[in-house]
Each structure stands twice: as C-alpha cells, then as structure tokens.
C-alpha cells in the first residue's frame, strides 16, 4: 500500500494520473466524435446514419470526463499514485511481456513463452537455471499436449518450432 | 410442469460420462483459477473459451460455467488462509474467515464458507430454474424499444448502484460502448472508427479486452503490491465438517438473508462483492454478536459466501432469459454463446431447450461437485498459493496471451491483450470500475441496434422509449436507477431523523 504521510516516499502523484487519465479520455471522445461524423451522424436512407449512435457516445465521455477532470483537481496534491520502486516492479514485467508479445509473430507462441518464464524467473525470481529451465520446459510440454493434442487448438509456430516438427 | 420435465431432460444430458468429466475439469480448473492471483473468474473463462470451440455448445456451456463456480469457491480458500481474497467478492469474508484461521479454526471457516457457498447458489438455481422460463416467455413479446429498455436499466443501476464515483463509471461505460461501436456497423454495412487501420475492421473483441483489463492489470496490480504469502495451515477433516454442519442450521436467518440480498445484486448487475460486503453489513448490524465480527465468527463468514455466491449464480438468470448479463463473468458466457452459433435471449428457451435446461441442470450438479471437490482437496488448493508468484505470474501471462491469440488467431490482437492490461491497472488505480466497460463492449451493439430500430419505428420520436406502460416502467425503473444515489440523499434530508 501505498504510504501518503510518509514524506520520502517519492513517485508520480496521485492527481496529476488521474488529470491525465480524464484528459486522455476527453481526447479519446473528441476522436470517437470526429470519426462519427466522417460517417455521418444525421438521418440517412436506412435510418439513422453509423455515426450517430457513436457521436452521442463521444459526446457522453467527454461531459462525465470533464466532470471526473473537475473532481481530480480537489484531489490531495501529496498523494502519490504509487512510488517508484512499484513502479519499478510494474516495469519490470511489462517490458519483458511487451518484448514477448512484438516477438510472437516472429518466434511462435512457444519459443517466446520459454523465454519469457525463464527469464522471469532467473531474473526476478533468483532460482537457479537449472529450475527455470525445468518449470519453462515442462510449462510448455504441458501447453502443447493440451491445446494441440486434445483441444486440437494450433498456436502459432515459428522456426524453431519447425524445426522440431511439431 | 413442462419446466420440471425439461429440467430432468437437462440431467439426462448432463449425466452423460463425458460431461460428467468435463464437470469435474471445470470445477478443478476453477478452484485454481481462483485460488491464484492475477486469475480470476471472467479472464479465467475468457482464457479457457477457445478450448470449447470444438466441443458442443452444451458440453462447452457446462465445463466453462464449472470453471465459474470453480473460481467462485477457490477464492475463499485464499481469503481464510492467507487473508488475500482471491477474488474481489471474497474481500468480505477475510474480514472474518482470517481471523478464524489465526484462531486456529481454519477448518471450521472454510466449511462454512463452502457451505455457505453451496447453499447461495442452490437458492439461485432453484430461483433460476423457476423464474427464468416465465421471463423469457414474457420477454419474447419485447419489441426493440422494450429491449433497449432492458439494456438501459442495466446499465443506469451500474451508474447508480456502484460504489465508484459515478461519472467514473459513465466514462468508462460509454468508452465501452465506443470501442464495440469500431469496425463495420451491422445495420448500414458501413466501416466506421478504423481511421484507416485494417487491424479494427472487426472491431475490438471484450474477450481480449477482459483478458486484457483483468488478467494482466491483476498481475501489474500483484506486482505493485509486492505479494508475500503468509498462509495458515489448512486442517480439515471430516470431524470438523461434520460439527460446523451442526452448528450452521442455527445462522438460517443470516443464511436466508444473504440469499436473498445475493440473488437480489445479482440479477441487477451490481454483482456479487457489492453483494458480499453489504450481506456482511447488515448480518453485522443485526446479530447479537454484531459486535465480535471481525474477530472471528463463523456468521461473519456465512454472511458474505452465501450472498457472493448466490450473486454469481443469479447473474446467469438475465443473461439466460434476457440476453443481458449480470456480471463480467456471465458476459464472457454470453460472448460464448454467440461464438458456438446460439443467440442469447428468450429465444434459446423455445428452441435450445436441451442447451439451457443442461446448464441449468449442471448448475445444480456443479455446485454439488465443487462442494465435494473443495471440501476434499483443500490441502493441495492451499499448496498451489505456496507457488510463488515469480513463477506463476510468467505462467499465467503466457495462458493470457495464448486464450488472447487464440480468439481469432491473430498475433495483434495479443498486443491488444498488453494496451489493455496497461489501461487496466492505471484505471483500476484511478477507482474506474471496469466491469461496466466489458459489459458494454459485449452488449454495445445489439444496444446500439435496439436503439435504432426503436427509432427507426417512431421516426426519431425518443417518445417510443415511453410510448407504452411496459416500456415506461422499465425505462422508468432505469432513471430511478440512475439518480438513486440523489434520490436517496433526498428523501434522509426530508425524513426527520429518528431519536436514536
């Protein structure tokens, strides 16, 4: 939990996230609008034109988030949203996961996923290469004998799993 | 009885050996799901989906809403042992159960909590197996505008019965509503919201949003609070069972109470924790050791697994008979039906009865079995959380990316899963509730499409949402719904207080 009397405890502050989180989605309505009325938003042939529900939609995320963007500044200026060693541990799963999902297309689902659990748990977890190795491996036996042998669900392969022929 | 005759109908299917494995596959799947941080009943079962696609619709519907209320009772097991709820409606029942276990008393929590777990579905079932034909049979008379009704109250009792700020959930509601709007409109045929990019031409499918928003902004969620187990030893054994199943006949009101409060939250979608807390609440306020909750008493745990529970299974009631589900989890359920080729709504009851009256038969056999399996298996549930999570989160990104890629197999679409995690967790941060984004990613267009009609009908007129006494109480009911938490302010300034 995060600890607000704390003074030393540094790291992006609670409000300045949510000013932003309202802004973002005040820009995101202006979009949804924006793409609406390229469609057409008024009485077409058919009915109502494809932009209209969607305009009407945009026009409700702005109105709630200027409201939510109001209600932010009262907000605690002191708060923080999380300090940066969380901030750190949240990084450091998202990184490698991004890195993950960008290769998966390129190594299959396979070779990416023993990577990743190896390297999370050598990395984060300080077991011994010897283990990671073991849970990963035995980790995507398991995946494979369940989703391609008996649900006879295909997961995208790439070169290393052609070359074992799977 | 036609229902009765239907429903044994429903057991015959469901007695079948190979349902009957995939009934205990489910529930086991289940209790891990819930059990494990970062897993929890939507993702878990959004996760297992694409395992059904070859399996038929009713064999898929019964293993995968197993796994449902597989989760429903692992998440007890974590609260009473290790004091962290393994799913947000088992919050309440740490506030009790924990301290039960310190004492010693971890046996007697848990066979309460499954107990009282057992006792609130079956409550729901039996109301389901009641009402849910004579809703359905009414709401096949529903034209557009009635349907767009039913959506509206849905969604206005999120607004005014959640315990996020309002306009929070607005926001991230109608963010929903957008992102189902992306892609081709089904009524025009027209592309709308792509700005170009071929990757939205089908729009954003809620099973990567939910894997997304809840599975990997849980993991980011964990990582942040830097987990540490601490468990107690999970000591059960039949002796125990036995003496708290002697002891739990006397909490019948509390029992009776929380069903009906469960059953009450879950058919409105404010769903099962809102449930669990405020049953927790008033057993609290009412019994005669109101004032020892929280140290300890078993009523402190039947209060909130019962309603919890009961709020889980009920929210399958609207999804079954209206098309319109009352939780996250039943949503994914419902994404499921669309996926094996089943239209969701009053229409399965007339011409799935097999579909609907096995599920609602494996409700009943389900709960029975998980019942079984928990009581039995507790030990080796307690041992999975012991698998530090350095190892399980890895393991568990990688079942969200394939249960994401195998959606559609599309490898994009697992980047999508990451943006929403990421969305998630600063938006889980920020107090916005996401359950309302999901229901309306998945519900987003046949609302839009009801709303159109209706106003195809009138001709722009929005005097069609009033235009009869059916469609005007329940568009009525919504707007009650909606200002509820003014409505309420207003009438305790305007009601004297009572002397106290």
Redesign the interface.
């Known amino acids: 939990m995060t600890d607000t009397s704390h003074a030393a405890a540094s790291g992006p502050r609670h409000r300045a996230v949510e000013l932003g989180v309202a802004i973002a989605m005040i820009a995101f309505g202006a979009l949804v609008m924006y793409g609406s009325l390229q469609v057409g938003i008024g009485w077409g042939a058919e009915g109502p034109k494809s932009g209209f529900f969607p305009f009407y939609l945009g026009v409700l995320i702005i109105l709630s988030s200027v409201m939510n963007l109001v209600t932010a500044t009262t907000l605690d200026p002191q708060q923080i949203f999380a300090d940066w060693s969380q901030l750190l541990s949240v990084l450091s799963v998202v990184v490698p996961t991004a890195i993950y999902v960008v290769a998966v297309p390129w190594t299959g689902i396979y070779a990416a996923s023993l990577v990743l659990i190896a390297v999370f748990m050598t990395w984060l977890g300080r077991y011994s290469v010897a283990m990671s190795a073991a849970v990963s491996i035995g980790t995507i036996v398991a995946i494979y004998l369940m989703f391609e042998k008996w649900f006879l669900v295909p997961l995208p392969k790439g070169p290393i799993e052609d070359f074992f022929a799977l | 009885m036609e229902e009765i005759v239907n429903l044994f109908h429903g057991f015959a299917v469901v007695l079948q050996p190979y349902n009957i494995m995939l009934m205990f596959v489910g529930i086991l799947l289940g209790v891990i799901i819930g059990v494990l941080p970062g897993l929890g009943g939507a993702n878990g079962v959004a996760i297992l989906l694409?395992?059904t696609?070859?399996m038929s619709p009713t064999s898929a519907i019964i293993m995968l809403s197993c796994i449902y209320w597989g989760a429903l009772f692992g998440g007890a097991i974590t609260s009473i042992l290790f004091n962290i709820p393994g799913e947000p409606w088992s919050v309440a029942t740490t506030f009790d159960g924990h301290p039960m276990a310190q004492k010693g008393q971890a046996g007697e929590a848990l066979t309460a909590a499954f107990t009282s777990s057992f006792v609130g579905a079956l409550f729901a079932v039996i109301l389901i197996t009641l009402v849910a034909p004579l809703v359905a049979k009414f709401a096949l008379q529903f034209g557009p505008a009635e349907k767009f009704a039913v959506f509206f109250l849905a969604f206005c009792s999120f607004i005014g019965m959640g315990k996020e700020?309002p306009?929070?959930t607005?926001?991230s509601m109608?963010?929903g509503?957008?992102l189902a709007?992306v892609g081709l409109?089904s009524?025009?045929g027209?592309?709308?919201?792509t700005?170009g990019f071929t990757e939205f031409l089908n729009g954003f499918d809620f099973l990567i949003a939910v894997i997304g928003l809840f599975g990997?902004g849980e993991?980011?969620l964990t990582?942040?609070?830097?987990l540490s187990f601490k468990g107690r030893a999970a000591g059960i054994n039949p002796r125990v069972v036995l003496q708290t199943w002697r002891e739990l006949p006397r909490y019948w009101m509390t029992s009776l109470r929380s069903c009906v409060i469960g059953c009450w939250m879950g058919i409105s979608p404010a769903g099962a924790t809102p449930a669990s807390f405020m049953s927790y609440g008033i057993a609290k306020r009412t019994s005669k050791n109101g004032d020892k909750f929280g140290t300890g008493e078993i009523e402190g745990v039947v209060a909130p697994e019962t309603a919890a529970h009961a709020a889980g299974t009920a929210a399958l009631l609207p999804m079954l008979s209206l098309g319109v589900p009352g939780s996250p989890t039943a949503a994914v359920l419902l994404g499921g039906l669309l996926i094996w080729g089943l239209q969701p709504g009053p229409l399965l009851f007339v011409e799935q009865k097999d579909f609907v009256w096995g599920l609602i038969a494996s409700m009943y056999l389900g709960n029975i079995v998980g019942l079984i399996v928990v009581l039995t298996c507790v030990p080796l549930f307690a041992a999975i959380l012991r698998i530090?999570f350095?190892?399980i989160?890895?393991?568990i990104?990688?079942?969200c990316?394939?249960g994401a890629?195998?959606v559609h197999?599309s490898?994009f679409d697992?980047?999508m899963?990451?943006v929403f995690?990421?969305i998630g967790?600063?938006?889980k941060?920020?107090n916005?509730p996401l359950a309302p984004m999901v229901l309306a990613i998945v519900l987003g267009d046949k609302a839009?499409e009801a709303?159109?009609?209706s106003?195809?009908g009138s001709q722009?007129g929005l005097g069609v949402f009033f235009s009869n006494g059916l469609v005007g109480s329940i568009m009525s009911l919504g707007l009650i719904a909606l200002f509820w938490p003014l409505i309420q302010r207003t009438w305790t300034r305007l009601r004297p207080a009572p002397a106290a």
């Open positions: 694409p395992l696609f070859s700020p306009f929070k607005v926001a109608m963010i509503f957008a709007a409109d009524m025009t027209q592309l709308r919201l700005f990997i993991i980011l990582m942040e609070e830097g530090p350095s190892i989160a890895p393991i990104l990688v079942m990316a394939i890629y195998t197999n490898t697992v980047v899963m990451l995690g990421v967790y600063v938006l941060k920020c916005y839009e709303f159109r009609q106003l195809l722009g």
